[in-house]
């Protein structure tokens, strides 16, 4: 195998820019056993070289840092290439050893943190409810001098703090402070001082912790060990004094520095050129001839961070040929850190990243971008790209444009446009197999299986497309919606699944329940669908939109609520699940009141007792315990607990939050799963509440113009549903309805509170053609039930041609003639019960047309 002889591309290892590279570097190749003298000269010249310029103050230093981090770790963990690494170098023209190393400790640090945060947060590995980070990273034996003095605020910690440090990491209880290098423990208020500092981490020597064969960090697992390794910062030739001190105390000059770099990577080239002919010398004194027993020795990666300290005129005399020469033959990735002036200098890079501060002039707002300009041997993403920097170094916020972006779309083309719309392709065979199994098991996706069922697969699409386009046209000339079809389908579109209702028997013949299944249209879709809940104010959407979410969490989905500047205690509250009543009457018994007179005897008692600082007796029912000690096993405790186990919060602060780290976001959260105590679940659904916040609170994902584009292709590449709730008169209201697949539009009668007229303006599963039903819901807040095990509806659904019947049948029976005391009782029933009118309308155009103007409703 040849040293670059590699088919794994080398992750950088900073969140978000191995994106831009598709998954990651690709370093060259050569083979190593031509024996061509002129072939091994240019074998020893395939570094790659990475140039980073822009302004000073963005941050550059850090990026390289994370790369020469992520980059020398990757090498090492690919058996290909590590045997042929030795040892990462920094330099750095302006800053000293010291600063670098306490630099590249702090993010090794909280880069651990951030690791057992999300593994924790998963539920991958318990044994970070422990102290095993901590002890091997801190001084835990010993609290620091400040939380000595400050004894007093030892009151708040936990009393097991010391044996489960790692868990309060988790939980974010106890965090790391770079500033003190320290451990520190949350307070209720803001501050940076050192009142709360608990442990000093064990050393600010980054050798103490790879060193003696890592044994100062035997506890932790292998991959965590793996981030600790040898670098060499500012590393100086054998018996010289360096430039490693404030630049006031020696004389040099940045080009004086500079060239002392330059001959330190001389002169370990000269060592390497010197190992390598003493091996050569010993394979010609073998006498079998066998492979080569030395391997040439290059180092993962080399980084000359500090250009911008040159004078223009001694950055134009350095010559960049010979520096380009020596750091190739060196090191499988160079990355070299430059100013603005980079682009008047002719350094030939492999690949150039440019970096820049821009502004929002109107919104008084600053950010960081960085795009690939060039990229040899490697596709990379175009574009700009946002990043920042947060406490585990530089996250790179791939832009939506990344997101929306199809890899060799266009050579697909001619290979869909010569197959018949029927032809289902192998991708979307695998697409839908996965889709339809997820949450029961591993479908047989293999090519022989769907090269088995292709054909069969595509007379069941075909039969059910012109058995479902004939029940369409039998309700088209007979003007008749059956009963079941109507609830089918407002259940499917508000409460989530596929339609359960069968076909019209006019639609199928008899032995087809016996030789054939007959097919759903979902087996055939490649995403879940995204629903669009529209209404004016104060029109049932969330009410709607939370039965949809206890229905997920009863079978056990994960459902993500995305809050745009809502605050989680007010939006907790209404999270109360709307078949919460259809349980029995008494299976809240600790809710139940006291008699008045008990109450009465209560108040006396505490009355007479003013003078104490507390009342002897609290005001509430003698009944009401805790429940933790309560024996009573009541549906509150035993069954609506468990779907609240299933409904997480992500708040989105108001401000200038970005689309690309928006999504950024999102995707760390689809992709980090939840721990079910046994399984692990990613988020199955997406709710989205109050869309048009985004219209005053949120001016750039106001003015991004594929803001929902991207959204919905974002979660139809990871399988999840989403549901949006947005008043109609939102600015992006028809954007909305135009890319989701279920679009409801509500509107509320203004006389009766209970009722709403909900129009089903489009539904994925349809196949008849420009089908709109309307619904008059009245009870709606009885409209769904809870049995336990699932939400469904629960209402009398009524044609609304059946309407006059019914009231000819009320008149005809009167009270007196022939009422029994059973159907007394049914028609008080279904008062408290929910009740729904459908029929089929051909436009939607008087409820666009109907605007609402501070509470009142007018036609224009």
Wanted: hydrophobic share 35%; aromatic share 10%; charged share 30%.
């Amino acid at each position: 195998m040849g040293v670059f002889d590699n088919a794994k591309k080398v992750p950088t290892g900073v969140c978000g820019l191995d994106s831009l590279f598709y998954d990651g570097l690709q370093l060259q190749n050569f083979n190593e056993k031509d024996s061509s003298s002129e072939n091994k000269s240019r074998n020893k010249e395939k570094g790659l070289i990475i140039m980073l310029k822009g302004v000073r103050g963005i941050n550059k230093m850090h990026l390289a840092m994370q790369m020469l981090h992520g980059i020398s770790r990757s090498i090492y963990s690919i058996p290909g290439l590590s045997k042929y690494a030795s040892v990462p170098y920094f330099f750095s023209l302006n800053k000293t050893k010291e600063d670098l190393s306490d630099f590249f400790l702090d993010y090794l640090i909280t880069r651990q943190i951030d690791i057992i945060i999300r593994k924790s947060a998963s539920g991958e590995d318990a044994s970070w409810k422990q102290d095993i980070l901590a002890k091997s990273l801190f001084t835990v034996d010993r609290c620091s001098e400040q939380c000595v003095q400050n004894a007093n605020h030892s009151v708040y910690l936990p009393k097991d703090y010391r044996n489960c440090l790692d868990k309060y990491l988790c939980d974010r209880i106890i965090y790391y402070n770079n500033r003190t290098n320290a451990l520190h423990f949350l307070r209720d208020y803001e501050g940076d001082d050192d009142d709360n500092l608990l442990f000093h981490r064990r050393s600010d020597d980054l050798t103490y912790y790879w060193g003696k064969g890592k044994d100062n960090l035997r506890f932790l697992p292998q991959y965590m060990r793996d981030d600790f390794f040898d670098v060499r910062f500012n590393e100086r030739l054998s018996g010289e004094d360096f430039f490693d001190c404030d630049n006031t105390m020696y004389s040099y000059s940045a080009g004086q520095k500079f060239q002392k770099v330059l001959d330190c990577l001389e002169n370990i080239e000269m060592e390497n050129a010197e190992k390598q002919e003493v091996a050569e010398d010993n394979d010609r004194d073998k006498q079998n001839g066998c492979s080569r027993s030395w391997a040439r020795q290059y180092s993962p990666c080399i980084v000359i961070d500090g250009f911008a300290q040159l004078h223009t005129d001694e950055l134009e005399r350095l010559s960049f040929p010979h520096i380009e020469k020596v750091l190739r033959r060196l090191s499988m990735v160079s990355i070299l850190v430059f100013d603005e002036r980079a682009n008047n200098i002719t350094c030939n890079a492999d690949i150039v990243i440019d970096m820049r501060k821009k502004e929002y002039a109107d919104e008084d707002y600053a950010f960081h971008e960085l795009q690939i300009s060039k990229s040899v041997f490697q596709p990379a993403a175009f574009g700009w790209h946002k990043y920042k920097i947060r406490n585990c170094g530089i996250e790179v916020y791939p832009s939506i444009h990344r997101l929306l972006q199809r890899r060799n779309y266009m050579s697909k083309i001619l290979t869909h446009t010569h197959a018949n719309i029927l032809d289902e392709s192998y991708e979307r065979f695998m697409r839908t197999e996965r889709l339809q199994y997820h949450n029961i098991a591993d479908p047989n996706i293999s090519y022989d299986n769907y090269q088995a069922e292709k054909s069969d697969r595509e007379m069941d699409l075909l039969k059910e497309m012109y058995r479902k386009g004939k029940e369409a046209r039998l309700r088209l000339t007979k003007k008749i919606i059956p009963k079941h079809y109507a609830t089918d389908i407002l259940e499917a579109v508000l409460l989530g699944g596929p339609m359960k209702s069968p076909l019209d028997e006019n639609c199928y013949h008899t032995d087809d329940r016996k030789m054939h299944a007959l097919g759903s249209s979902s087996r055939w879709r490649e995403y879940k669908s995204v629903t669009a809940l529209i209404g004016n104010p104060n029109s049932f959407k969330r009410f709607l939109a939370i039965a949809r979410t206890f229905r997920a969490s009863k079978h056990k989905e994960h459902t993500l609520v995305i809050l745009f500047d809502k605050e989680e205690d007010e939006m907790r509250r209404q999270f109360i699940c709307p078949g919460f009543n259809t349980y029995e009457a008494d299976f809240l018994p600790c809710l139940e009141l006291m008699d008045l007179s008990e109450q009465d005897k209560l108040d006396e008692l505490n009355s007479n007792n003013k003078d104490k600082r507390e009342n002897v007796y609290p005001k509430y029912p003698i009944n009401n315990r805790r429940c933790s000690t309560c024996s009573y096993k009541c549906k509150l405790k035993e069954c609506c607990l468990r779907c609240y186990k299933y409904i997480h919060f992500l708040n989105v602060r108001m401000g200038c939050i970005s689309a690309d780290e928006l999504y950024s976001v999102l995707k760390q959260q689809i992709n980090v799963p939840y721990f079910d105590g046994i399984n692990q679940k990613k988020v199955s659904r997406i709710v989205i509440d109050d869309l048009q916040k985004i219209d005053y609170s949120f001016p750039l994902l106001k003015d991004e113009h594929l803001f929902l584009t991207a959204l919905v292709t974002l979660c139809r590449e990871n399988d999840v549903e989403l549901q949006i709730l947005c008043d109609k008169k939102a600015g992006l209201t028809k954007e909305l309805c135009s890319l989701a697949d279920n679009v409801v539009c509500i509107n509320r009668d203004k006389a009766d509170t209970n009722s709403i007229v909900l129009y089903l303006e489009r539904f994925a599963e349809h196949i008849s053609p420009s089908e709109i039903i309307q619904y008059n819901i009245d009870n709606i807040s009885e409209l769904f039930k809870c049995d336990g095990a699932d939400i469904r509806l629960d209402a009398i659904v009524r044609e609304e041609k059946d309407e006059i019947k019914e009231i000819e049948t009320n008149i005809s029976n009167t009270p007196g003639q022939g009422d029994t005391k059973a159907d007394s009782m049914s028609n008080e029933t279904e008062c408290f019960k929910a009740c729904i009118k459908f029929k089929c309308i051909g436009s939607m155009k008087d409820y666009w047309r109907m605007k609402i103007d501070i509470g009142n409703t007018r036609q224009v």
